[in-house]
């Protein structure tokens, strides 16, 4: 499931930037979220599974929507839109450093050696690939800032979950959280945009928009919550380091970027932060 969410959310911050070339962002943000959530609730229902909210979780449900889905969404639209895409993937996935003092906190997790060096090692990999969106921040603050913001939001998010559980089924709880935290989008949408221009849309574009509907939200929000809600928040947030290295590199391969030694190096330290953090104990 991680290998899975790895790779659809990597590949994302390229089809991502594709998709928003022609949508504008309160738009295409409606879009996944309406038609992510209407496919996990149609599936859900195929499958007889129950899709009902228990009694006295819709503000603790309506919370987490808000600060995992509405403030993440807009943040990274808005941002992404304004900086390059591989800058914004690197930004985003400082999620773990703002991740782990706050489970420390709220959660009270202990942090093993062994954790405490996949942080260390995913640190070095993000501080390699920032070398030059350090230098872009000034051509371009208001974008680097706002995808900083939502990886502090996604990091609050993720703790948040553990912190207040929602008791319900897992399919449903991803599907609700989907709708409840797209409302104020939709509003957005109605508000500020003109949705018309969906009828000039080109190829590219609208294959980034069924790619974030059915493979980004429809199916990797549900596979983040499982893991988010099962795994230690340490290891879940050192684990997500390796996404924005595949974002870089489906930039090489997808829009003809030249991949450089730090790109390597950065894929080295992940992948050593992630044997750090989730190989079993011995006996």
Excluded at 142 to 155: T, Y
Excluded at 256 to 276: K, Y
């Amino acid at each position: 499931m991680l290998a899975a969410l790895t790779f659809a959310w990597g590949f994302n911050w390229t089809a991502l930037k594709v998709a928003l070339s022609e949508v504008p962002p309160w738009t295409f943000r409606s879009l996944c979220l309406g038609l992510g959530s209407a496919v996990l609730f149609a599936a859900l229902r195929a499958g007889g599974q129950p899709l009902a909210v228990p009694k006295g979780q819709w503000r603790r449900l309506a919370l987490l929507a808000f600060v995992n889905i509405t403030c993440w969404n807009m943040l990274i639209a808005f941002g992404v839109a304004l900086i390059p895409s591989g800058r914004a993937s690197v930004l985003a996935y400082t999620m773990p450093i703002w991740a782990i003092p706050l489970s420390m906190w709220l959660l009270g997790e202990r942090i093993t050696p062994r954790r405490l060096a996949g942080l260390a090692l995913g640190t070095i990999a993000l501080g390699l690939l920032m070398g030059e969106s350090l230098f872009g921040l000034g051509a371009a603050p208001a974008g680097s800032l706002m995808v900083l913001g939502a990886a502090l939001s996604w990091a609050l998010g993720t703790v948040l979950q553990k912190r207040f559980p929602v008791r319900m089924p897992l399919g449903a709880y991803t599907a609700w959280m989907m709708l409840l935290g797209g409302l104020p989008i939709f509003a957005g949408t109605a508000l500020l945009e003109d949705v018309r221009v969906l009828r000039e849309l080109s190829l590219a574009p609208a294959l980034g928009v069924a790619y974030n509907v059915f493979v980004s939200f429809a199916f990797a929000h549900w596979a983040w919550i499982k893991l988010a809600t099962s795994v230690p928040v340490s290891v879940f947030a050192v684990s997500m380091l390796i996404i924005p290295v595949i974002g870089v590199l489906s930039g090489v391969v997808f829009l003809g970027e030249r991949p450089r030694w730090t790109e390597l190096a950065a894929l080295l330290c992940v992948l050593a932060a992630l044997t750090s953090v989730i190989r079993p104990r011995q006996p």
